[in-house]
Each structure stands twice: as C-alpha cells, then as structure tokens.
C-alpha cells in the first residue's frame, strides 16, 4: 500500500484549499408527479459524455430494487437520476424503464462490473437491454484490473482512492437512495480518471482492456448462464468412491496409531510425529513456524520413502503398499485422508442443490459464507439433501488474478482433478471441441529470448529435459532426442545411463529445476526433491549453477529483465498488458520473470475466445476452460474435418513476439456425452 498511501497524502493540498470532497451534485427521484421532469433528464442526458449505471438488487433472486444513473456533460457538470423500483407505482417504473431503453441506444453506458449489472437490469427490464442493445459499454473495474493488477479492484477500495465525494458507503442501510447515488458518483469519477488519466498515458492497457476484457464480458455471461450438464450418475459414484477412501485412511490411522487420531486436526497430527515418532520438523517457508501443511507431510514422506511421484493420486492400496515398504502408516493415511475430503467438499458435495446455491458474493464476508457452506454440506453427508443439480453455472472471473489468468469459482472446476473431469460433460446431441496448447509458456519464452536451445527443441521435436540431463551432467547425447525411449537406436545410450522411463528422476529434475528458474527460482527446490531420489546434492547444486548458463540467449535476457524490473517495476506483455509491481525485493524479481509467460498465456487464451465467437457459427459456443485448454459447446453436425481445422486454424494462430513469429500448436480432442457414439472418421481426436 506504500503507493496508495502517496496518493493518499497528495490529495492533502485538495483537502486544505476545499477541492476536496467536491459538494454532492443535483438529482431527481422518479415519483408519480415528475414523470415529465424525469422524460426531460432523460432526453438531456442523450447528449452527454457518457451515463455512469448502478444497480441495487437482492442477491438470492436478482431483483432490481433502485436504479441509479449519473450523465456527465461535455462541459464538465453533471446530474443524476434516480428510481425507488421496490416502492414506485408500475406506470412511472415502466416509463422509466421505456427511457432508460432509448438512452442506452446513444450514449456510452459506464457500470463497475457490468456482468453483475446488465443482468439484473435484463430480468427486471426484459428485452431493449441485452448486452447487443447497449450503444457503448465501459466497465471501470475491468479497466483498473488491467491498469493496477495488484490492486483491489471493488468499487469501496478505488473510490477510496481516487473519489471525489464525502464516504456514503456507510449509508447502505440507512438511507440506500444516497448510497446508491454515492456509487454511480464514484464510478464517474474513476472513469474520468481512467479516460484522462489512466488510459491516455497507457495505450497499451487500453488495447488490452477493449480488445479482451470488454468483448469477453457478454461471451462469459452466455456461458455462465447457459451453464454445464452434470454427469449424476458418475458423482453418485464418485461420492461413494471418495466417502469409502475417508473409511479407510481413519481406519488405517487408528488401526496403525492405536488410538482414533484425529487426521483433520493438526495438532494431533503433528504430535504424533514430531513428539512421538521423532520425525524431523518441518517448517513454513513463509512464517517459519512448525508445520504439518501439505508441503511439509510431502518433505517427510520423500525423506522416509519409498519414493514416489508428487503427482501420484494415493488410493488405500497404493498406500499399503508404500507402507509395506517402509512408509509412516499416519504419513500415507494423511494423505489418502485429505485428498479424499477436497475432492468430496470441492467437487462432488459442491453439485448437491443446498450447496451449489450458495454463492461466495452472497455474503457480506468468507467467515459467513464459509458457515453457510459447512452447514449445507453437512446436510448432505447427513442425508437430509439428496438432490445433484442438473447443471452448474461457474463464474470465470477475468480480473481477479495479477497475471490475467481467470478465476474460475462456486465451483472451481478449473482446478477438477483428472479422474473427476467426467463429472460435468456435454449435452445430449452434442460435444465438447477441447484443446490444449503445447509448450505455451515455453514457446511465449522463446519469442521473448530468441532461445536457440527452445527454438532447435521445438523445431525438431526435442526432449528438452532430456537434452538438459545430458548438457548439465556431461552425458553423451543420445541419438534420437526426440523419441528417447521407444527408439531402437538410443538402446545402448539407455543401458550406458541405466534409463528406464521418462520419469526418471534425472528428467524430473530437470524439467522442474528449469521451470523453477523461469519462473524465477534458483532450482534448489527440484534439487532437494531430487536429492531424496539418491542423486548426489553436490552434483545437483553445480547442476544448478550450470543451467540457465546452458541456455546464453535465455541468460542474457534474463539478466537485462530483472534490470528492468528493478529500475521500472514496470512490466509489459507483447500484447501491451502491463504489470507494476507494488512490492519491490526478491519476490517483484520472482513475479516478474513469471508475468511475461503467464501474461501472455492469458493474452492468447482471451483473444482466441474472442475471435472464435465473432465467428457467431450456430451451435459453436464457449464452455469453459482449465490450465491451458479450452472447451467449447458444439452440435454434432457440425463437426467435420473441415470444421475442425477452421477452428484450428484460429486457436493455433501464430503471434509476432519481439519480432518472432512463433507458432502455437495445440493437441484437439472430441469430449463426448456418457453413452453417446463416437462421429465416424473421427477417431483421432476421440476421448
């Protein structure tokens, strides 16, 4: 807040010499006696710079209760306009909501968060004002989102900054005519800011703004409201799948401890083996205090072994079979435990109808919502709810993230482990077309480092972490690098190195240790996890140091961005989206070397939505998304060869990066509904 706070203290000056606050400006109430007066703001207002709209509602059903609008004059004055919806006489509210459909045909409308407005206004008002009816929409939030990533970006926090008018925030339940009119005010005031100020100055940030965030808007509505099917019968079975691994990882903790220690309880947990077993403490990384959190029962199960793969899914009897082999019984029951419980309240408890109708932005805090949400899955793990919903509407927050990745929440389906995927699907008589893009960050670096080692490895198809192994270790090279293990001629390369699988852990180890430092790490957290593996740490250590050398058009780029980012805090995709860093040291270098690559995985992700839905193809529509891939409803007639490529040929565009064209290919599938055939001729992309 160390920016914010400068701010704060400039504003001083205005506050001495009596600028600031500025004097509430005039406003007219629709009664049933004004309705001409209203009829003549109304037709005045058609000439204005621009109608800043806010909308009071009841968040359980959307009902519109007050309507407020302020018009900003091109000579500076302004005027607002108000309507008492829940206490106003159907006529003058029908006369009001007759004008309000003509003003939105000329004049640019400005809401703060216009999928949370437009909506309301369309159920209440009815058709005239759909997202196609309006003349202009500006929407503040996604604007600041874009301009200040690392900021908060609700209306309270950036009025508070950049405000004109004395706080009316307070005034919600007291007098919610005047709070509602304090909110169109501030959401004039950051959109003259943002018109000229923010924007004028950042050209970049705007492009970014209008040629992603905006035409995204009413695409996610449609996607949102249109919702996802849920495959009942697959979380019928997956509850009793998950509920049964909960069963067993107490049973086998009591069974092992000799006593019914508690796996959710932390203090138990970690007493049992800090004080009791004599493990070794771990440590939060962040707090350094003891810890007993995910990364520190990982830290200690690599350390006692066997080892195993981080990514593994731990079923009971992978578990027994680790404990047969030398594993702490608590460790793996842990872990089975809590694996468990998240897929049962993230996911599959999350699809019964008293827990998807609650609805994070219902509350007025997370200790509510999360009450809330307790006692409804209680209910269902209780049996007193029985019902799966026939369908889910996600919300995909597009500016919520710093780096512009989205927010995908109530419920997080972005983050569905693999074997809950089929838990939603398509509807019947149509599919999903699902694609993931390879390498992107990778390939988004290259452009950016002109890397001769990425560019070779992704012209010719190269294992690059095997390729690594061999250039930090000084092995010989094998003679195939792009099919290391089925080709017949890297045999005796194989033997020589003793190489029995692409997980090896010398490949692991590179992979992660070379994704560590692009993401601004030194590698020492791939070495101490490949340390427990039994490679040697001092020859993981010079590995290491030897790394990113490896790669000199990569080194020498580096070097120069974190000059930037210590000198400029200031960092740009190579399509314009900036990133100041508010916070400086260590982690604004960390952050930094990340953003170009995350950044421009959103750029990319964001403009390919776009294009395709401009496309407007009939039955063609956006699904939803997770990591790298995206998901798209389409009818199954649709789906041809031809078709197919169309679609190929947009997602997988080519973009210009630091004067590079780089190519992003990407792997297409076909997601069918449960039970329904495969398109013949098809079946390369089947699923």
Request: with cysteine.
């Amino acid at each position: 807040m160390e920016v914010v706070t400068e701010w704060d203290w400039i504003k001083v000056q205005s506050i001495l010499d009596g600028t600031w606050p500025q004097p509430l400006p005039p406003r007219l109430l629709a009664t049933k006696e004004n309705v001409n007066d209203v009829r003549r703001w109304f037709v005045e207002a058609h000439s204005s710079r621009w109608v800043t709209v806010d909308t009071e509602f009841y968040p359980s059903n959307h009902c519109l209760t007050i309507l407020g609008l302020v018009a900003r004059y091109h000579d500076g004055t302004i005027s607002g306009c108000q309507i008492d919806v829940e206490h106003i006489d159907h006529e003058t509210r029908d006369w009001f909501y007759h004008f309000y459909k003509e003003l939105i045909k000329h004049v640019p409308i400005v809401f703060h968060n216009c999928r949370a407005d437009i909506p309301v206004l369309s159920q209440a008002i009815g058709s005239g004002v759909d997202w196609e009816d309006y003349h202009s929409i500006e929407d503040t939030m996604l604007a600041h989102a874009v301009l200040w990533c690392e900021l908060p970006h609700n209306l309270q926090f950036i009025a508070s900054v950049l405000g004109r008018y004395q706080k009316l925030k307070h005034l919600k339940n007291n007098d919610e005519l005047l709070y509602n009119f304090g909110d169109c005010l501030e959401t004039d005031s950051i959109q003259l800011y943002l018109t000229e100020q923010g924007f004028k100055h950042d050209p970049g940030a705007e492009s970014v703004y209008r040629e992603q965030l905006l035409p995204l808007a009413p695409i996610l509505d449609r996607a949102i409201s249109r919702g996802l099917r849920v495959n009942q019968e697959r979380v019928r079975a997956a509850r009793v799948e998950y509920e049964a691994r909960v069963g067993q990882a107490r049973q086998l903790a009591t069974a092992c401890a000799g006593w019914d220690i508690n796996l959710d309880s932390n203090r138990q947990v970690g007493w049992y083996l800090y004080d009791l077993r004599g493990l070794p403490w771990q440590f939060n990384k962040d707090t350094g205090n003891q810890s007993i959190d995910d990364e520190a029962i990982a830290r200690l199960r690599m350390e006692l072994g066997p080892s195993y793969d981080p990514e593994e899914d731990l079923t009971y009897e992978r578990a027994i079979e680790r404990i047969i082999g030398g594993a702490d019984p608590i460790l793996e029951a842990r872990v089975l435990y809590i694996g468990a419980k998240t897929r049962l309240r993230k996911y599959i408890y999350a699809l019964y109808r008293n827990v998807e109708k609650i609805k994070e932005h219902d509350y007025p805090s997370q200790g509510a919502y999360k009450k809330a949400k307790d006692k409804a899955i209680q209910a269902v793990i209780d049996g007193s709810e029985t019902d799966i919903v026939e369908r889910i509407h996600p919300d995909m927050l597009t500016h919520s993230q710093k780096t512009g990745r989205w927010s995908t929440v109530d419920p997080p389906i972005a983050q569905l482990p693999e074997d809950l995927r089929d838990i939603i699907c398509p509807d019947p008589g149509e599919v999903w077309i699902s694609w993931d893009w390879k390498a992107i960050e990778p390939r988004i670096l290259e452009g950016y480092c002109k890397s001769r080692v990425l560019k070779k490895a992704f012209d010719e198809g190269l294992d690059i972490h095997t390729w690594t192994v061999c250039s930090i270790f000084n092995y010989d090279y094998p003679p195939n690098l792009c099919d290391i293990m089925k080709a017949p001629e890297n045999k005796e390369w194989r033997d020589k190195y003793v190489w029995r699988s692409s997980n090896d852990p010398r490949r692991v180890f590179a992979k992660t240790a070379r994704y560590e430092m692009y993401y601004g790490g030194t590698g020492a957290n791939a070495a101490a996890a490949a340390a427990l593996f039994g490679l040697d740490p001092k020859v993981l250590k010079k590995a290491c140091s030897s790394l990113i050398p490896a790669d000199p058009e990569y080194y020498t780029w580096r070097l120069a961005l974190e000059e930037q980012i210590r000198r400029t805090r200031l960092l740009r995709t190579f399509m314009g989206r900036p990133r100041r860093f508010l916070i400086g040291g260590n982690k604004m270098v960390r952050e930094g070397l990340d953003q170009p690559m995350q950044g421009g995985t959103s750029d990319i992700a964001n403009t390919t939505v776009v294009l395709l839905d401009r496309e407007r193809i009939p039955g063609f529509q956006f699904a939803w998304s997770m990591h790298d891939s995206q998901k798209w409803h389409t009818s199954r007639q649709l789906v041809t060869r031809s078709f197919i490529q169309s679609i190929t040929d947009i997602a997988a565009r080519p973009h210009i990066i630091n004067g590079r064209t780089i190519p992003f290919p990407i792997d297409l599938e076909i997601i069918y509904p449960p039970g329904e055939p495969e398109i013949e001729g098809l079946e390369e992309y089947t699923h």
